[in-house]
């Protein structure tokens, strides 16, 4: 779908295709076709972000990675034309495309109390990107952070489902936090999740316009 400057897709749980001047890949998984990416961002080692079936699927030589330090163990191997590993608050250049890593963490998600699915200080990552006069939020594996309250964009990517993430309605106070021209739901119906969880996003948040792909 063309939103503002960019065609965005969601392939799949997290993993979207951004096409502007670039090609970007976020978070493959479950492609179904093969591609070249020119740029792909990995935001954290979990089997369902950093998938190398499907990131093989969409690589090529002229491929440039940014991903999160916890992904290096399981891209050894990989060949691309660049592999650059980004911190929370970190910056990267792929030609005219800037790639910012932001904090992504849980607060109250967690397999058992005291326990956290995503802690925080461990450097997994949403991203911002701005490309073709368009910025684009990736939130991530994420709940509604502190953080979210100073991310400037045009587009916001946030996961609804509330396992390992926020919940719709939390979702949607990341999202007037936030501000963006334009939030897409993500991060359900492939593991967990289902399309009810992005429709009752859609049906609390009032601030913006909320596309569904």
Known sequence: MKLMSLDIARIAHDCFRIAGSKVIYIDPFKVTKNDEADIVLLSHEHFDHLSLEDLNKVI?????????PLC????????????HYLDPGGKFTVGK???????????????????????????????????DGTT???????????????V???????????????????????????????????????IVGSEA????????VKNCQVEIL
């Open 97 to 131: 495309v800037e790639i910012y890593g932001l904090a992504a963490y849980n607060i109250d998600k967690g397999p058992e109390p005291g326990k956290k699915f995503h802690p925080p200080g461990e450097k997994r990552l949403g991203f911002l990107i701005k490309m």
């Open 60 to 68: 090529f030589p002229g491929t440039t990675i940014v991903a999160s």
């Open 152 to 190: 400037k964009c045009d587009i916001a990517l946030l996961p609804v489902s509330g396992t390992y993430v926020m919940t719709a309605e939390e979702a949607a106070q990341a999202a007037a936090a936030i501000n963006p021209k334009i939030a897409v739901p993500m991060h359900y119906g492939a």
């Open 197 to 204: 969880d992005a429709q009752k996003f859609k049906a609390t």
């Open 136 to 150: 684009v939020y990736h939130a991530g594996d994420s709940d509604f952070i502190p953080e979210m309250s100073s």
């Open 72 to 83: 290096k163990d399981g891209l050894k191997g990989v060949k691309v034309k660049e592999l």
